[in-house]
């Protein structure tokens, strides 16, 4: 199997990866693989355990004979093939009807955070805010030391603005983590606003979407949350009426 095929599927989108692991179906998930290899790659065809390593490469375990007793009763929603003796797997036109159902909105995502799992849910932010482009608005009422290690994820060539109000820690110790952050992350700008109560929601603001955050952002995976991310082009009066607010607030704020 072509490597870069393997790439391709570990470097999915985090809403590809949920969708997978999402799928209860061995059958629906083989198909699903086939299609993303097909679709994406152009790899028409795919062995059992190729379609297992994809699955690895995503972070999906599954059992492999769980994926060989599907194909088998696959009928006629999957064509085989003999390569050098050796059966390979390729989604037909049933299959493709067959998980219809199996679409990404790809305007409307939600992703749900656990409690005490604060690595996998930067892990999930890291995913989520790794390709975006352009400005960013990030609203969060209260800030903290950790807060730097999640406005770290955003691309360096993003110009980033933080809006907040109130710490709970020592403002000599945290002068000096933003020091330093300002040298590496030019591009980022800290904001505090002189009534905390103007802001509620804790929000991300890009270019085409915005992402609504349960938790704050410095304390994400220490309570159980959810991630909301919404395409702008699902609400652009919402999208517009939020950065309107943004900035608005953002004029009359502090720098630090």
């Known amino acids: ?44 065809y795919l062995t059992i355990e190729a379609i297992l390593a994809c699955l690895e490469a995503a972070d999906i375990s599954v059992k492999q004979i769980k994926i060989t007793r599907a194909l088998a009763s696959a009928q006629n929603k999957i064509n085989r093939k003999l390569f050098d003796n050796i059966v390979k797997y390729k989604i037909s ?42 400005d960013v608005r990030v609203c969060d009422p209260y800030y903290g030391s ?18 907040s109000g109130l710490t709970s820690e020592k403002i000599s110790k945290l002068r000096s983590i933003i020091n330093d952050f300002k040298k590496e992350r030019p591009k980022t700008e800290i904001r505090i606003v002189n009534n905390v109560k103007d802001l509620h929601d804790r929000y991300i603001l890009c270019d085409d979407s915005f992402m609504i955050i349960g938790h704050g952002i410095k304390d994400v995976g220490n309570k159980d949350s959810f991630i909301i991310k919404i395409d702008k ?9 939020v950065k309107n607010n943004f900035d608005h607030r953002w004029k009359s704020a502090i720098t630090i």
């Open 93 to 134: 036109l049933h299959g493709r009807r067959y998980i219809e159902d199996l679409t990404t909105n790809s305007k409307l995502s939600l992703f749900y955070v656990e409690a005490n799992t604060p690595r996998t849910a930067r892990k999930k932010l890291d995913e989520l805010l790794k390709d975006i482009k352009g």
């Open 1 to 44: 199997m072509v490597k870069s095929i393997l790439e391709g599927f570990r470097n999915l989108k985090l809403d590809q990866k949920e969708l997978l692991a999402d799928i209860n179906s061995p059958l629906k998930l083989s198909l699903k693989v086939l299609q993303i290899a097909y679709d994406d790659f152009g790899v028409e």
């Open 146 to 163: 950790r807060t730097f290690d999640v406005l770290e994820l955003f691309p360096k060539s993003s110009s980033v603005l933080f809006l």
């Open 233 to 241: 082009t699902l609400s652009p009066d919402l999208w517009q009426q």
